[in-house]
């Protein structure tokens, strides 16, 4: 299937030209109102908290509600007092305006904070508008005063804005930087462009079919961080493949077609199953019954399947059109020629000398001659590094996850620091009655050793009211959340209740999680050990891949604690030190990087897998499989790492999280697990390696995935042929 797509996107290279073209421009369209259509959405349904969201919301009568924050002034001075209460008087009387409160003075007297309310409508962009303009003009009006505009509502907004950016920066950022590293593994600009337009195609077709996702199912930012992290790596990678088999098709063969053919049949199909695995590990995300998690699985699994067709389909079109100027290099050329006398003197026996006196080759077969002693150190070196998940907290960044350049959270800090209100509250009370009487209720909770101070209830909608319980210490730490439990089990009488905030929402949000967990990992398991045994025919390497890929994401998830939990290198790395990890992060980087570890994974097996086929024993089988892919591997690996890096470098808190984890994941991969502790493994295994029960053997020899040409031993290593 892959060698027909492949040649029919060649032969009518124009054609899938203009479709891609059209997919560019169309997706190009979709990033502003991706964005603009992402808002709180309700993630928890099913929950008390997703419960308490929902009667919020049923019962809401206003608008937008922001905060101006007006500071650097005399707050208690008659002149200050006249001038806000005009320009609240000016703001109360425009359409559209629902109400304005009276300012709130800071306790330090140099600032005052305004309420502005609109009312319920569908069209809020103009009295937003007016009445921020207005408030803008105190700055004028007070001499030496600042204006900042925050809320709830503002704060979801300038944090997509913020999210935005970085994802700008990072695309703009690592596009040039693989596209040097392409330029140095394939000699050529053109060959090297080739991958970087692929992904570029694929990253536009995603953020269409996710504007498509966005009205059927709930989608936040980080739906569009999975598009481009993925869109990148994946559709880098898997051009890279294709246009270095195909140059190494090209070696010795004028035929161009024929060349194409060979390498859509061979790295074409390793493509597909390669996405299938990555599409696989993602599958798992869907068995959370959490919006969030859903919308990113199918995010995830899109982009996965557009990457894929991306390589197969743009790429062949666009070797089409480049002709004659992706070839291969003079070194290529030179190999081959003297390949080809070593053919008509010695034979096999010299072409096996060459593959073994290979950098890769010769590093297997270090590692095989004290294969237990490695793995056994390799072991001991990832466990080391997954130490500090002995210690690791679990919680949901708010505000520790965004950085203060964000106008909406410097003034949620004001707030808390200089006005004393609760912007961030771990611990809530809502219930269907009036002030007074939910008042009378939290009276009691005043003495909890847990509780810092009860707030006074406030309405928030008709016949529904809050009242905010202020903690001791961390607002989702182990006496937040057992605040929480008490506060659910002795609910008052007469009216119906919810117990929410913070804390109350990471209760609710690990029950969903834990609930979803055994299905999620039957899933993903199950789908590897599928996937790997129709490409091996073997049951022992799904196994021993699985068990390789848990040791090695410890190993990550302990240096994400390291860095974001204990502030580890916050300061060279300009990290965000947030006091824990976010349940969606663990979940995000775990899948993500289990997919790309069997990503390489296959593309190592393929290798190894034809000289097995071909009667060599499993240790030259390994030794020869890494010499003829570990160049290319260890070129993909260096594109994925520009391209997390970049990611790392954001501002956003799990932006960073979730490059610098896929960072650390494939460095780990590509070099200590796939490197040094997979051909030990292999060692140590032996023959077992390839066992399985002979009823799934035979079903394997006819029904098996296969690459269809046989080995040839004259044919270059990838990476060596892309010189």
Known sequence: MTTRLGHFSYRHRWWILIIWLMIVGAGSTAIGPLFAGMGDVNQLKGTEVGAAADAIEAGLDRGVQYTVLVDDIDARADTAQSTLQRAITDTAAMPGVKEVSDPDIATDGRAAAITVTLEKSDHQYQPFTDSK??????????????VRFGGGELLGDQSNEAIQDDLNRAEWLSLPLTLIVLVLVFGGIIAAGLPILAAVGAIM??????LGFSGLIDLDANAVTVVAILGLGLSIDYALLLVARFREELVGNDDREEALRRAW??????IMFSGLTVAAALTGLLAFNVGRLQGLAAAGIATTVVAMLAALTLTAALLGLAGKRVKPSKRQLARYAAMQAAR???????????????FFARLARATQRRSLL?????????LAMASPLLHVTIKDP????LPRTIEAVQVADELSTRFGQTTQPAVRVLARTDPATLDAYVAKWRSDPAVQRVEEANQITAGLSSVVLAVRGDGQGKDARALVERLRADRPAGYESWVIGDAAKLIDLNQRLVSGLPLAIAITAVAMIMLLFLMTGSLVIPLKAIALNLVSLGATFGVLVAVFQDGWLAGPLDTLTVGGLSPFVILIVFAFAFGFSMDYEVFILGRIKEYVDSGEDSNTAVRHGLQKSGWIITSAALLMLIVFAVFAAAKVGQIEQIGLGLFVAVLLDASIVRCLMLPAMMTLLGRAAWWAPGPLKRFHRRHGLREVSPVDEFREPEAEMAR
């Open 398 to 401: 708010q505000l520790e996850g």
């Open 374 to 382: 490695l793995v056994l150190g390799c072991i001991a070196v990832l």
């Open 265 to 270: 049949s061979t790295a074409g199909r390793t």
């Open 133 to 146: 303009t207005r408030m803008q003009r105190l700055t004028e009006e007070l001499s030496g005063s600042t």
């Open 205 to 210: 077709a995603s953020t269409g079919i996710l």
């Open 344 to 358: 008509e003197g010695a034979g096999k026996d010299t072409m096996a000398r060459e593959l073994e006196s290979g």
